[in-house]
């Protein structure tokens, strides 16, 4: 099983299918593809299989999943899909102390793979759940997906990347 193919099961297990939920700020939703991020999509249709790509073209590959260690790249990957690709490397490049751009260029990598590695995954879950109290405390209909299922995710990406580590 490619890195891909493992990051992607863990991201669907998490996401489900079908929703069309008032409060998410993502609108209508399918296999955590939603409708604000694109527009012209059918959602309702959307197949799974549709899905993984999408999340391979405009997610895994622009935080360059493949050529980070395992779990940083799930991580790492996670995190884009769920608050966007520029937000997740911000937050790795805060982290790791290197120019902040929002772009994954060669500084970013070469930092990324030279890091203490379960020091840096603990970082960045800690950076995502502080974020995501954040977006609840400015948002109080998010309370709901911050106990519901934004800590739990955490908690299973963690238990996921402590394994592989």
Known sequence: MSKFDTAVAFLLAQEGGYSADPDDHGGETNWGIS????????????????????????????????????????????????????????????????????????????????????QLVEELLEERLGSMILIAIGDPRQLKYLRGGWKNRIVQLSLTAGKAL
């Not at 409708?35 to 799974?48: E, F, G, Q, S």
């Not at 549709?50 to 050529?67: F, L, T």
């Not at 490397?89 to 500084?107: H, T």
């Open 35 to 118: 409708k604000r991020a694109y527009p012209n999509l059918d959602i309702l249709t959307l197949t799974k299989k549709d899905a993984e790509e999408i999340y391979r073209r405009d997610y895994w590959k622009k935080v360059r999943g493949d050529e980070l260690p395992e779990p940083l790249g799930l991580v790492l990957f996670d995190w884009a899909v769920h608050s966007g690709t520029v937000t997740a490397i911000l937050s790795l490049q805060r982290i790791l102390g290197v120019k902040i751009d929002g772009k994954f260029g060669s500084e970013t990598k070469q930092s990324a793979v030279s890091a203490h590695l379960p």
